[in-house]
């Protein structure tokens, strides 16, 4: 059996190869856009064969791969904040491109979809729109198809998660619309484990299931159980109205095309319930009882986000390191960093170190890599927007080396001189500057997001 | 007559102490991890840096285990890598808590080999629960202060922490805890209005050189621990106790259970040895349990299930909830902190109650010496701008650790797995908070607020950390001494109602749970069982 596979280096797609048992297929093909940033994926499965490229420009090596398998799994699709066009032109577009390859040779098809498909309206929401479009194509295929649309998906790595953290981590507790909608979120390695039963079946049988995990509850007790585990404690909570938000977020994206930080469309699951039906009657799906919970799920999130042993994000070039090393030293203390630092620094990058993450995929590392004047104004950003990403964490660590060595001690930790009238001066001085460079990082922010 | 005694923390070193000291035999059985030898112990924690050949692998660890990254778990402070030792696990030790993080520890010393020394005796009101007069304990505070060295003073704290025989004088304030003193003095009438008092702190550390053990040399080091043995910790005592005729440490051993003949009398100690070479049992006619309260509740449960098939559930599991309050010293900014200081709390807190069994404490901990980058963190600034606002402020960051009493309650609980198989189960670790715990939080919190403000400081909103239940490591309550006949539970004396033989020298048997930490009672306790 030979396998076809897009999104392979998603995050499903991640949690679907770890979980494959390495038997299983005699050959898995993967359509990836960058094959060099994912040198680990021919490691695994006794070599899965990577073919450059994707849906929109496919190339004849991966029309022949795909037409020469006897099972498709079709993961890939835009995320977050793309524009409309984009979702079209991936997730419909895409979709409709990969049919087309397989119609004369007909494989058994599976299609991972979205819970927001069955939404029941998607006026301002494109990713769910293109989502439900792109089912309609497979169901018309006239191929054995199975559909799967699983709800909101956690696990390490997982972007929503991430985001949830940062909701459930702030002072203030945002409630969009009250957190009354039902969710039901669903563990990456339960959708990974009920797409290897899926890919086991024959034949598929035209089959749509809506899958979650083990608990359903609103998005208002998510983020508290979230927070309380973070161990935030209780706070003060705030209701924010979400259908007049994302009203007028659709309003914005008119005129401000994806310039505006957040898309209208990611609000959507606090506007509607995303829970899955139970369907005990389907043998490929895993009994509500036996999947991860929200116990679980919390408690994952809760944990500081560890590498991903599997598919660790690669270290970055010993120059781009070195690189990094001198801006952010003369960023954080104003002066060149002793060699000693900067050796310290590119080996915390190396495999089996506690490090921060690569960030060559990370758009505020790429900008804050241009110049002393760009890690000021990505360092200000990732400050509001990215407390707990890849920039900070190198910041942090770069600091954590700095404090601990002896020739940099000093700089880190020398008050300036003057008392408290001084200090407030100071204070009122740093934090005028802060708001204006966050004003200012703006455009270079969103500009580095569209390239 | 001979002991076993299983565990080498706080609890386990003053039982086979007193033991010894009265003629008997002690065999202490232990798993006794080993941390890494202190480094230049002549050297301040500014020292360090300059002084060591790679101080970045000693302080942040060689896999950079150490660093503290954004969307962290909360702490103000994580423990360095040298202190990794004391929390590291060991295999076949299954614990499922919800609820509940419990930390476990099967270093040489137990857990307190990474505590910040605080020795707070129960008051005669929190002594109230347990089912013996407080004289009773009385003599043995007064004997564990004299073998560990205990600083303080007989100051406004005296009646809620009693002063005890054998107080030795403080160690020299630092700039920030004397401002705050010396505030406190002259607003003392404000502070006590609000029912809260100040004094100095109790701690485990030594003023000069005594019994070979050298006085505090103020290196900044405590949290890397202190590399002279001034902070006392157990393997201080347990490294005494070696020396001594009647005493065999056997450590490389886990003890899993205890072997029972027909009447439930112990026979023997099962103890798996972490060299892979199987089970060994050591003959006994007395065993002493004082590995930690869940540590030795585990080794109860298991024997109970060999002798008898079953798995009960203990309820009463208790913990304080801690909260910690940073808070700023507006005297202090633009000050330079002194490197050259003791680390730890050298000022404690008593918040009045109406009901004097629930008196808060809180420890007031001034930033000295510490690792800057999980403060800076934390300021809702980009990075560069929060450092340079912390360099200013360094001196005048503190924190106030406010601890809360516990009671026992069943739907606390601690059992062993029911679907677990023949095999050694896992524990099951259950807490639900009490129930209108968050508004006392938000109550207390609000009145160390105001005390604060008193004062002279200011306390950033929304900067508080509850943390959470597990986090303060002060674990009791689920074999409770008591002086009813009920099953498991323990006499007045610490002997096992069920299983002849056995006593109990740690938390499990301890009723209630006031606010302070536990360990000098533990000590004093576990002296007094030993005694009688």
């Not at chain 1, 038997?23 to 050959?27: A, V």
């Not at chain 2, 890598?81 to 990794?84: S, V």
């Not at chain 2, 100095?200 to 000069?208: G, H, K, M, N, Y």
């Not at chain 2, 629930?358 to 809180?362: D, E, K, L, R």
């Given at each position: 059996?030979?396998?076809?596979?897009?999104?392979?280096?998603?995050?499903?797609?991640?949690?679907?190869?770890?979980r494959?048992?390495a038997?299983?297929?005699?050959?898995v093909?993967?359509?990836?856009?960058?094959?060099?940033?994912?040198?680990?994926?021919?490691?695994?499965?006794?070599?899965?064969?990577?073919?450059?490229?994707?849906?929109?420009?496919?190339?004849?090596?991966?029309?022949?791969?795909?037409?020469?398998?006897?099972?498709?799994?079709?993961l890939?699709?835009?995320?977050g904040?793309?524009?409309?066009?984009?979702?079209?032109?991936?997730?419909?577009d895409?979709?409709?491109?990969?049919?087309?390859?397989?119609?004369?040779?007909?494989?058994?098809?599976?299609?991972?979809?979205?819970?927001?498909?069955?939404?029941?309206?998607?006026?301002?929401?494109?990713?769910?729109?293109?989502?439900?479009?792109?089912?309609?194509?497979?169901?018309?295929?006239g191929l054995?198809?199975?559909?799967?649309?699983?709800?909101?998906?956690?696990?390490?790595?997982?972007?929503?998660?991430?985001?949830?953290?940062?909701l459930?981590?702030?002072?203030?507790?945002?409630?969009?619309?009250g957190?009354?909608?039902?969710?039901?979120?669903?563990?990456?390695?339960?959708?990974?484990?009920?797409?290897?039963?899926?890919?086991?079946?024959?034949?598929?049988?035209?089959?749509?299931?809506?899958?979650?995990?083990?608990?359903v509850?609103?998005f208002?007790?998510?983020?508290?159980?979230?927070?309380?585990?973070?161990?935030?404690?209780?706070?003060?909570?705030?209701?924010?109205?979400?259908?007049?938000?994302?009203?007028?977020?659709?309003?914005?994206?008119?005129?401000?095309?994806?310039?505006?930080?957040?898309?209208?469309?990611?609000?959507?699951?606090?506007?509607?319930?995303?829970?899955?039906?139970?369907?005990?009657?389907?043998?490929?799906?895993p009994?509500?009882?036996e999947?991860?919970?929200?116990?679980?799920?919390?408690?994952?999130?809760?944990?500081?986000?560890?590498?991903?042993?599997?598919?660790?994000?690669?270290?970055?070039?010993?120059e781009?390191?070195?690189?990094?090393?001198?801006l952010?030293?003369?960023?954080?203390?104003?002066?060149?960093?002793?060699?000693?630092?900067?050796?310290?620094?590119?080996?915390?990058?190396?495999?089996?170190?506690?490090?921060?993450?690569?960030?060559?995929?990370d758009?505020?590392?790429?900008?804050?890599?241009?110049?002393?004047?760009a890690?000021?104004?990505?360092?200000?950003?990732?400050?509001?927007?990215?407390?707990?990403?890849?920039?900070?964490?190198?910041?942090?660590?770069?600091?954590?080396?700095?404090?601990?060595?002896?020739?940099?001690a000093?700089?880190?930790?020398?008050?300036?001189?003057?008392?408290?009238?001084?200090?407030?001066?100071?204070?009122?001085?740093?934090?005028?500057?802060?708001v204006?460079?966050?004003?200012?990082?703006?455009?270079?922010?969103?500009?580095?997001?569209?390239? | 007559?001979?002991?076993?005694?299983?565990?080498?923390?706080?609890?386990?070193?003053?039982?086979?102490?007193?033991?010894?000291?009265?003629?008997?035999?002690?065999?202490?059985?232990?798993?006794?991890?080993?941390g890494?030898?202190?480094?230049?112990?002549?050297?301040?924690?500014?020292?360090?840096?300059?002084?060591?050949?790679?101080?970045?692998?000693?302080?942040?660890?060689?896999?950079?285990?150490?660093?503290?990254?954004?969307?962290g778990?909360?702490?103000?402070?994580?423990?360095p890598?040298?202190?990794?030792f004391?929390?590291?696990?060991?295999?076949?030790?299954?614990?499922?808590?919800?609820?509940?993080?419990?930390?476990?520890?099967?270093?040489?010393?137990?857990?307190?080999?990474?505590?910040?020394?605080?020795?707070?005796?129960?008051s005669?009101?929190?002594?109230?629960?347990?089912?013996?007069a407080?004289?009773?304990?009385?003599?043995?505070?007064?004997?564990?202060?004299?073998?560990?060295?205990i600083t303080?003073?007989?100051?406004?704290?005296?009646?809620?922490?009693?002063?005890?025989?054998?107080?030795?004088?403080?160690?020299?304030?630092?700039e920030?805890?004397?401002?705050?003193?010396?505030?406190?003095?002259?607003?003392?009438?404000?502070?006590?209005?609000?029912?809260a008092?100040?004094g100095?702190?109790?701690?485990?550390?030594?003023?000069?050189d005594?019994?070979?053990?050298?006085?505090?040399?103020?290196?900044?080091?405590?949290?890397?621990?202190?590399p002279?043995?001034?902070?006392?910790?157990?393997s201080?005592?347990?490294?005494?106790?070696?020396?001594?005729?009647?005493?065999?440490?056997?450590?490389?051993?886990?003890?899993?259970?205890?072997?029972?003949?027909?009447?439930?009398?112990?026979?023997?100690?099962?103890?798996?040895?972490?060299?892979?070479?199987?089970?060994?049992t050591?003959?006994?006619?007395?065993?002493?349990?004082?590995?930690?309260?869940?540590?030795?509740t585990?080794?109860?449960?298991?024997?109970?299930?060999?002798?008898?098939?079953?798995?009960?559930?203990?309820?009463?599991?208790?913990?304080?909830?801690?909260?910690?309050?940073?808070?700023?010293?507006?005297?202090?900014?633009?000050?330079?902190?002194?490197?050259?200081?003791y680390q730890?709390?050298?000022?404690?807190?008593?918040?009045?109650?109406?009901?004097p069994t629930?008196?808060?404490?809180?420890l007031?901990?001034?930033?000295k010496?510490?690792?800057?980058?999980?403060?800076?963190?934390?300021?809702?600034?980009?990075?560069?701008?929060?450092?340079?606002?912390?360099?200013?402020?360094?001196?005048?960051?503190?924190?106030?650790?406010?601890?809360?009493?516990?009671?026992?309650?069943?739907?606390?609980?601690?059992?062993?797995?029911?679907?677990?198989?023949?095999?050694?189960?896992?524990?099951?670790?259950?807490y639900?908070?009490?129930?209108?715990?968050?508004?006392?939080?938000?109550?207390v919190t609000?009145?160390?607020?105001?005390?604060?403000?008193?004062?002279?400081?200011?306390?950033?909103?929304?900067?508080?950390?509850?943390?959470?239940?597990g986090?303060?490591?002060?674990?009791?309550?689920?074999?409770?001494?008591t002086?009813?006949?009920?099953p498991?539970?323990?006499?007045?004396?610490?002997?096992?109602?069920d299983?002849?033989?056995?006593?109990?020298a740690?938390?499990?048997?301890?009723?209630?749970?006031?606010?302070?930490?536990?360990t000098?009672?533990?000590?004093?306790?576990?002296?007094?069982?030993?005694?009688?």
């Open positions: 059996m030979r396998l076809f596979l897009t999104g392979a280096t998603g995050f499903v797609g991640r949690a679907f190869l770890r494959l048992p038997d299983r297929f005699e050959s093909t993967a359509l990836v856009r960058d094959p060099a940033k994912r040198p680990e994926l021919a490691g695994l499965h006794s070599g899965v064969r990577l073919i450059p490229g994707d849906l929109t420009a496919f190339p004849a090596a991966a029309r022949e791969a795909a037409a020469a398998a006897d099972v498709v799994l079709h890939a699709a835009t995320t904040k793309a524009r409309a066009a984009e979702h079209e032109r991936v997730i419909v895409g979709t409709r491109a990969l049919l087309e390859a397989v119609q004369e040779s007909r494989p058994r098809f599976v299609h991972v979809s979205t819970i927001a498909a069955t939404y029941p309206e998607l006026d301002h929401y494109p990713y769910g729109r293109a989502k439900r479009d792109a089912e309609a194509l497979v169901r018309a295929s054995d198809w199975a559909i799967l649309r699983p709800t909101i998906v956690f696990g390490p790595g997982s972007p929503v998660g991430r985001s949830l953290r940062s459930a981590s702030a002072p203030v507790l945002p409630r969009f619309g957190g009354h909608a039902r969710m039901h979120p669903v563990h990456v390695d339960d959708v990974a484990e009920v797409l290897v039963r899926l890919l086991a079946a024959d034949p598929l049988g035209g089959r749509t299931i809506d899958f979650g995990g083990r608990d509850v609103t208002r007790e998510f983020l508290e159980r979230l927070r309380t585990a973070i161990g935030r404690g209780a706070g003060p909570a705030v209701s924010i109205p979400v259908r007049p938000l994302i009203g007028t977020l659709a309003a914005l994206e008119r005129v401000a095309g994806d310039a505006l930080p957040v898309a209208a469309g990611q609000f959507y699951a606090f506007a509607h319930d995303g829970v899955a039906a139970v369907d005990a009657a389907d043998s490929l799906v009994p509500q009882a999947r991860r919970g929200v116990q679980e799920i919390v408690s994952e999130l809760a944990t500081p986000a560890t590498p991903d042993s599997a598919f660790p994000d690669p270290a970055p070039a010993d781009t390191l070195a690189r990094e090393a001198r952010f030293t003369r960023h954080l203390i104003g002066r060149e960093p002793p060699s000693s630092v900067m050796a310290k620094y590119s080996l915390a990058h190396a495999p089996g170190r506690h490090g921060p993450g690569g960030g060559d995929h758009r505020l590392v790429l900008l804050a890599r241009r110049g002393t004047f890690t000021r104004l990505a360092d200000a950003w990732a400050a509001v927007f990215d407390r707990g990403g890849v920039l900070r964490r190198k910041l942090v660590l770069l600091l954590a080396i700095l404090e601990s060595t002896g020739e940099t000093a700089a880190v930790d020398t008050p300036d001189s003057g008392g408290a009238p001084t200090f407030f001066l100071r204070a009122a001085r740093d934090g005028i500057v802060f204006a460079t966050l004003v200012f990082a703006a455009p270079f922010v969103w500009g580095s997001r569209r390239r | 007559m001979s002991w076993v005694v299983v565990g080498s923390g706080a609890s386990a070193v003053h039982f086979a102490q007193t033991a010894l000291e009265r003629g008997e035999r002690v065999v202490l059985v232990d798993v006794g991890r080993e890494p030898a202190p480094v230049r112990p002549e050297d301040g924690f500014e020292d360090l840096k300059r002084n060591l050949e790679d101080p970045v692998a000693h302080l942040l660890g060689e896999r950079f285990e150490a660093v503290t990254y954004p969307g778990d909360g702490e103000y402070y994580g423990f890598p040298n202190k990794a004391v929390f590291e696990g060991v295999d076949g030790f299954d614990v499922r808590p919800n609820g509940f993080a419990p930390l476990l520890s099967f270093a040489r010393g137990g857990l307190a080999e990474a505590w910040t020394g605080g020795s707070f005796p129960f005669r009101a929190e002594l109230g629960g347990f089912p013996f407080p004289d009773d304990l009385a003599a043995h505070y007064d004997l564990v202060a004299a073998r560990i060295g303080g003073e007989d100051d406004d704290l005296a009646p809620h922490v009693p002063v005890h025989a054998g107080l030795l004088p403080p160690l020299p304030l630092d920030h805890s004397r401002r705050l003193l010396e505030r406190y003095r002259s607003h003392r009438d404000r502070v006590r209005a609000l029912g008092a100040l100095r702190s109790r701690v485990a550390v030594l003023p000069e005594r019994n070979g053990r050298s006085g505090c040399r103020l290196l900044g080091r405590c949290l890397l621990g202190c002279i043995d001034s902070l006392w910790t157990p201080v005592t347990l490294r005494e106790l070696q020396g001594r005729p009647g005493f065999e440490y056997r450590p490389g051993r886990r003890v899993t259970r205890l072997d029972v003949d027909s009447a439930r009398r112990v026979t023997g100690v099962v103890a798996a040895k972490l060299d892979g070479s199987g089970e060994e050591i003959p006994a006619e007395r065993v002493a349990l004082a590995a930690g309260t869940l540590a030795s585990k080794i109860f449960l298991e024997t109970w299930r060999r002798a008898t098939g079953e798995k009960p559930r203990l309820p009463g599991l208790m913990d304080n909830r801690q909260v910690l309050m940073p808070f700023l010293n507006w005297s202090m900014i633009g000050e330079r902190h002194d490197p050259r200081t730890y709390h050298q000022i404690a807190l008593a918040l009045a109650e109406d009901d629930q008196t808060i404490h809180g007031v901990t001034t930033l010496t510490a690792s800057v980058h999980p403060v800076v963190q934390g300021v809702p600034l980009d990075v560069r701008t929060a450092l340079r606002v912390f360099r200013s402020v360094h001196a005048a960051l503190g924190l106030v650790n406010v601890n809360f009493p516990d009671t026992r309650r069943d739907d606390c609980w601690v059992g062993l797995d029911p679907a677990a198989g023949d095999g050694e189960s896992p524990l099951l670790v259950r639900a908070p009490p129930a209108g715990e968050a508004a006392r939080i938000r109550s609000s009145r160390v607020c105001r005390v604060l403000r008193e004062l002279g400081c200011f306390v950033p909103p929304r900067m508080s950390h509850v943390r959470p239940m986090a303060s490591v002060h674990y009791a309550g689920t074999i409770p001494m002086r009813e006949e009920r498991f539970t323990a006499t007045p004396g610490g002997a096992s109602r299983v002849a033989g056995l006593w109990f740690d938390g499990a048997t301890f009723p209630v749970l006031p606010a302070k930490n536990l000098f009672t533990l000590m004093a306790n576990a002296s007094r069982i030993a005694a009688a």
